[in-house]
């Protein structure tokens, strides 16, 4: 999984440079847009994949309840947290 996020964030940062360098910019702008993007990327995908699968366990805990209970109030932000950082 690791893996999939770092070659997903280098190869968005290869086009990106290589869109610069067709572009006009310089080597040296080309290698810090290739750094920032692909540094980005392999940071904020599992972040924004982690906070999905937070709310998606949410939203199931919230049907589960009102189809047990009668009511949809079970979520909390107890909840959502212990499942971000489980």
């Known amino acids: 999984m690791v893996a999939g996020y770092i070659l ?3 190869f968005a940062g290869l086009l990106t440079s290589l869109g610069a ?9 080309a290698l810090g847009l290739y750094c ?6 392999a940071i904020l ?7 999905v699968q937070a709310v998606v366990s949410l939203k199931n805990d919230r049907n589960i309840m009102h189809h047990v209970h009668g009511k949809g109030n079970a979520g909390s932000i107890k909840l959502v947290l212990s499942q971000i950082f489980s």
């Open 8 to 10: 997903i964030g280098t």
């Open 21 to 29: 360098l067709l572009s006009g910019f310089s080597f040296l702008v």
């Open 36 to 41: 920032l993007v692909s540094a980005t990327l």
């Open 45 to 51: 995908l599992p972040v924004v994949q982690v906070a």
